[in-house]
């Protein structure tokens, strides 16, 4: 075997390089929706996001809306990889319940709202309401939001803690898809049970004083060039 060969053979059995880089993203908006007729109430900017079905007997659904700036923190050239979405539960609610992740189909916005529970406040301006994309001049197609209906990951939340939405196929697609067209990222909204009452999970905000306990996005990715190993 000549020495040309023998170094052919020992590339390919290490194999291609692999440049591996892990970016933990912030949500740059974040909100809740708070299920009332007339798009009174908000929580745009409270320490919490809710979702699930309250306590109460009529417009008690809550869901949370997340949105990462993917494009602003990747290389043009990056190829995604994985994501996982990593989220803390500060309980008030043991019960295993299911939350869902579905992407958002339009824009929306983060008003000044803030509440600290799960009845939100009174709508302010440019806030994301049951109605309202944006308050009170931009509505949804569909009250309740726009998003697509299969969920691109589930996770069930229990106790107090940390829990992670791991990556999936379709997750991925997700942050491909706001990576390559920023235009069409509107983030995800976080959907509970809302058959049953009194079953609302809730999650530390992007506003919550804790930045430790802030919703982060997980991205890996590699460069063109490096291989899978």
Known sequence: MSWKTTILATLLLLGT???????????????????????????????????GRTSQAQNGIRRGLLYFDVAAVLPRNAIIESASLRMFHPGGN????EIRLNRVLADWGEGASAAAGGGGAVSETGDATWLHAFY???????????????????????????????????LVQDVRLWKSA???????????????????????????????????????YRLPGFGRP
Do not use: C, M
């Open 94 to 97: 043991n019960a295993a319940r």
């Open 136 to 170: 009170d001049h931009a509505v949804w197609v569909h009250n309740g939001g726009q998003f697509v209906g299969r969920a691109s990951s589930a996770q069930e939340v229990g106790p107090t803690g940390f829990y992670t939405w791991e990556s999936t196929e379709h």
């Open 182 to 220: 920023p235009q069409r990222n509107f983030g995800w909204i976080l959907i509970g049970d809302e058959t049953t009452r009194q079953n609302t999970k809730k999650f530390a905000s992007r506003e919550n004083p804790d930045r430790s306990i802030r919703p982060q996005l997980e991205i890996a």
């Open 17 to 51: 390089p692999v440049l591996a880089e892990t970016v933990f993203v912030e949500a740059a908006r974040d909100a809740t929706l708070i299920e009332d007729p007339d798009g009174a109430r908000a929580n745009g900017s409270g320490p919490l996001l809710f979702a």
